[in-house]
């Protein structure tokens, strides 16, 4: 059994039954929310970034450094990375799947910005996307900063448990979330992106409303852990 740990705003770790370690989009130094620092993750394995906004790549770099870990990203973020350094890399693009390891992990489309933090150029510009994970017997699904997309109907039946932005403003907000649950009828929604500044502030007990019995609504503050059963 796979062990899901919300460090707040989109950042997660993932602890899979055979000891892998993942990272989903490190945001750590500057979030004003997060539990921990990004110091505290002393071993890791995989790290995974949506997109190359600060806000889900701020970390990924100096983690894949310091502790080895394996940066999986869209082809131009992690060409990137190994311009600065990183030397383990693994390259994906929307649309395409890999089977690593500790499980199957497919990129999603996703329709946000695509600049990559860092980047002083501008030459490593990318589109976003999400990510499938199957890990443990659970189809886990983060979408990272999206809007709603029709794309999204094509994971009917696919997503046990899902990752959705709520925030607005940057993403989709709480009823295109719930349009998006209607698109991919996942068994559990943990809302992401939002809380993290005033811009981008929701009420979750209203969020847990409108979906109803759409889906189980699990809010997770940082530092809390979910088990993928």
């Known amino acids: 059994m796979a062990t899901l740990t919300f460090h707040g705003h989109s950042t997660f770790s993932l602890e899979t039954s055979d000891g892998t370690r993942l990272v989903l989009d490190p945001w750590f130094t500057g979030s004003p929310v997060a ?23 701020e970390d990924a770099i100096p983690l894949a450094k310091r502790t080895g870990a394996t940066l999986v990203s869209t082809f131009e973020i992690v060409q990137f990375a190994a311009s600065q350094g990183v030397e383990n890399v693994h390259p994906m693009h929307i649309g395409g799947a890999h089977r690593f390891p500790f499980g199957r992990v497919k990129m999603t489309p996703a329709l946000h910005g695509g600049q990559v ?27 990272g900063d999206t809007a709603l997309i029709t794309d999204m109907q094509l994971l009917k039946g696919q997503v046990d448990v899902a990752l959705l932005p709520i925030g607005d ?61």
């Open 117 to 143: 933090h860092g980047d002083e150029t501008g030459q490593w510009t990318t589109v976003p996307g999400g990510f499938l994970l199957e890990v443990d017997g659970t189809r886990l699904h983060h979408a």
């Open 169 to 229: 403003n940057f993403t989709m907000g709480p009823e295109d979330a719930v349009r998006a649950i209607e698109f991919m009828e996942p068994s559990v929604v943990v809302p992401i992106h939002f809380d993290t500044f005033d811009l981008i502030a929701q009420d979750t007990d209203r969020f847990r409303e409108m979906v109803g019995d759409r889906a189980r609504v699990q809010v997770m503050a940082p530092g809390d852990s979910l088990a993928l059963d």
């Open 35 to 57: 539990d921990i620092a990004a110091a505290d993750l002393q071993a890791l394995d995989y790290i995974l970034c949506t997109h190359g906004h600060q806000d889900h790549f």
